[in-house]
């Protein structure tokens, strides 16, 4: 495992970061996780349970009893199972809140089953729908994460509205997930790769990095992004590919993550590589500073998410060289509650 | 857009059977989804567009006709799973075909815009490749 001074955040791994690992001949379930740890990318291990866990959200005894037990074979540590509300499940309508209440329900129960101490939910579940989970959380002892991701910041009505609900409860059963993609300091170089596979001119991935590192709010942006683009010929599905530039990779100030405490439970350390100990396109080390500074020693979750893009590097690899890179910077300077 | 676009239709995708020929699917997504998530399958082989109402689909060894995918909501095709389209196309094995495949994947938990759809995940194939007989291992 990686060891990391106490005090200091955890370090793990989501196998969302073996996307495309998961797919090669002769991978499992089994193989990912032992691998994760023979290469000591732990302690914490977290998965999406509709990417992992075949047959999900129904989990029967002898399917939870396997996984659990590879999980203990491994000897590395659950640390969030991420779930989802399919609000968009059926064609023309969206669940009820008794249908997304029990969505959710079902897997929380399959979250404790598996051993898992919380689960991620993405913004589509609101306040209404956490609310009646939350005696559910207490119960199994689950907690529910909200990860918050680009493009939502901290200050987006939905996120602002969680904020309200976390500070009114006060309970620690629900709170935020961060995800470094809100933060982001520049466009990852690994879209270069997909846009000259997609054909997508160099110059118009030039002017998406332009119009992205421009101050402003994201949505206003794309007025601007889609005239220009056309003017140098850009079609409508490349238009769409590099608007999703803009969704995928927020613009928040690191020092606002300040904001989401003492509500955090979890943290995604999302990348999109690291070269040279470092990660171009995220400030780690301010996100960093404000982690060390509200004192959080729960796990951050390495999410190497470049294989949207490109399948140049081996996830693992970039895993180690996050961990290496995250540990040298945590210890660099020692817990502000040590001091 | 992404390297799983590529793997939707495999080099060993296509099958000639007795009823047509049949092409194994692979998501591009990265989880799994609910059946009717397949909101948009156009496909054509050598340059025939395939009717939605004659195309039917195995998925964890249920066949279903294609029409029938919107009602299930229970049912879910995993991440590394193969999808088989079933299409009334004559063919025996050793053929070649162009097979174009847009697939149009309805992502249901992320809702898009001031009505709230699901974001609509498309990729495109257009290949060229070989029938195999019916039991053939790749």
């Known amino acids: 495992m990686t060891d990391i001074a106490p005090g200091l955040p955890r370090l793990g791994t989501t196998l969302f970061s073996l996307t495309l690992e998961q797919r090669q001949p002769g991978r499992d379930l089994r193989s990912l996780i032992g691998e994760v740890a023979a290469r000591d990318l732990g302690p914490g291990l977290e998965m999406v349970a509709f990417q992992s866990l075949r047959g999900w959200p129904h989990l029967d005894e002898a399917a939870a009893r396997e996984v659990r037990g590879t999980i203990d074979d491994s000897g590395l540590t659950p640390s969030c199972l991420a779930v989802n509300l399919d609000l968009a499940l059926y064609p023309g309508r969206l669940l009820s809140d008794d249908e997304a209440f029990e969505y959710i329900a079902v897997q929380l129960g399959g979250a404790a089953a598996l051993g898992f101490p919380a689960v991620r939910v993405g913004i589509e579940s609101g306040p209404p729908v956490l609310s009646r989970l939350l005696p559910l959380a207490e119960q199994l002892g689950v907690k529910i994460g909200v990860e918050i991701h680009a493009p939502m910041t901290i200050d987006a009505p939905p996120v602002a509205a ?155 690899d970039q895993v180690r060289a996050h961990h290496d890179m995250l540990k040298r910077l945590f210890e660099a300077e020692r817990p502000v509650a040590a001091r | 857009m992404g390297p799983l676009d590529d793997q939707v239709v495999r080099a060993d995708s296509l099958t000639a059977t007795s009823d047509g020929l049949d092409i194994a699917v692979y998501t591009h997504w990265y989880r799994a989804l609910p059946l009717p998530s397949l909101a948009k399958v156009e496909l054509t082989v050598d340059g025939t567009a395939v009717d939605l109402a004659v195309l039917s689909v195995t998925v964890n060894g249920h066949r279903y006709a294609f029409t029938e995918l919107a009602d299930r909501g229970d049912e879910y095709w995993f991440t590394t799973d193969p999808l088989v389209l079933h299409a009334p196309v004559e063919t025996v094995p050793g053929r070649e075909h162009r097979v174009q495949l847009l697939l149009g994947l309805s992502i249901p938990y992320i809702l898009t815009g001031p009505d709230r759809v699901p974001l609509l995940a498309p990729s495109s194939t257009d290949k060229t490749l070989s029938a195999a007989r019916p039991g053939a291992s790749s």
Do not use: C
């Not at chain 1, 500070?167 to 846009?195: C, K, N, Y």
């Not at chain 1, 690191?254 to 995604?268: C, G, K, T």
């Open chain 1, 162 to 316: 969680l904020k309200e609900l976390f500070t009114r409860l006060d309970t620690e059963w629900l709170g935020f997930i961060p995800d470094f993609s809100a933060s982001m300091q520049a466009v990852p170089s690994a879209v270069d790769d997909a846009h000259r596979s997609a054909g997508i001119a160099p110059e118009l991935t030039a002017l998406a990095k332009e119009v992205w590192g421009e101050p402003g709010p994201t949505m206003a942006k794309f007025p601007e992004l889609e005239r220009r683009a056309a003017e140098l010929g850009a079609t409508p599905p490349q238009i769409g590919n590099i608007k999703m530039i803009f969704t995928m990779h927020g613009r928040m100030a690191p020092e606002r993550w300040a904001d989401f405490f003492p509500h955090v439970i979890h943290v995604h350390g999302k990348f999109y590589g690291v070269a040279d100990g470092e990660d171009q396109s995220i400030d780690y080390p301010a996100i960093g500073r404000v982690l060390r500074e509200q004192g959080y020693t729960g796990f951050i979750s390495s999410e190497y998410e470049a294989h949207v893009y490109t399948a140049r590097h081996s996830a693992f």
